[in-house]
């Protein structure tokens, strides 16, 4: 998984402060499977206004009384928010589930096989449409070097040139 990132550890710091209304995402290409891995913290009790937003019903995160249909409006969601382009074309992401950590939540997804990226696209707009507030931080990482990127509302994508 990636290197000690100065931003991470400051952002670790700030799930404990909230109402800062910040994810963190950590992107990571994985040579040997040449697929990008994906992991995003996120606020726990902002996805599931997010969710309740979204399906307009009342969401329980932490206690569902159907997790399997937690898990599919998750995933739902989060495929909605996060694009990915590589060379101009759309690249196909798969959710894979999420862990809850104290006051947020860790969640997974993973790409379909993909050449080494010169130059991605990144598009988050998780919890914008939500809080006005929101920046969503992006990490990504290729050969272990890092590129950020933040997005907000007025400007939900960016490009990042990679190094080889």
Not at 59 to 75: G, H, T, W
Not at 130 to 158: A, W
């Amino acid at each position: 998984m990636p290197l000690f990132n100065p931003i991470t550890a400051v952002l670790s710091l700030w799930w404990l402060v909230h109402p800062f209304y910040i994810s963190l995402t950590d992107m990571v290409y994985n040579e040997e499977h040449q697929t990008i891995e994906i992991a995003q913290k996120i606020f726990w009790n902002d996805m599931e206004v997010a969710l309740s937003n979204a399906t307009e019903t009342s969401v329980d995160f932490l206690s569902p009384q159907q997790p399997d249909k937690l898990d599919s409006l998750i995933a739902r969601y989060l495929l909605a928010h996060n694009q990915i382009l590589i060379q101009g074309d759309t690249v196909r992401l798969q959710y894979l589930g999420h862990e809850v950590e104290g006051e947020a939540a860790w969640f997974y997804m993973e790409s379909e096989k993909v050449p080494s990226p010169k130059q991605i696209t990144i598009y988050n707009g998780i919890l914008i449409d939500d809080f006005p507030e929101q920046q969503n931080i992006i990490n990504f990482y290729k050969n272990r070097k890092p590129k950020s990127l933040l997005t907000r509302k007025g400007k939900t994508g960016g490009v990042l040139i990679l190094e080889d």
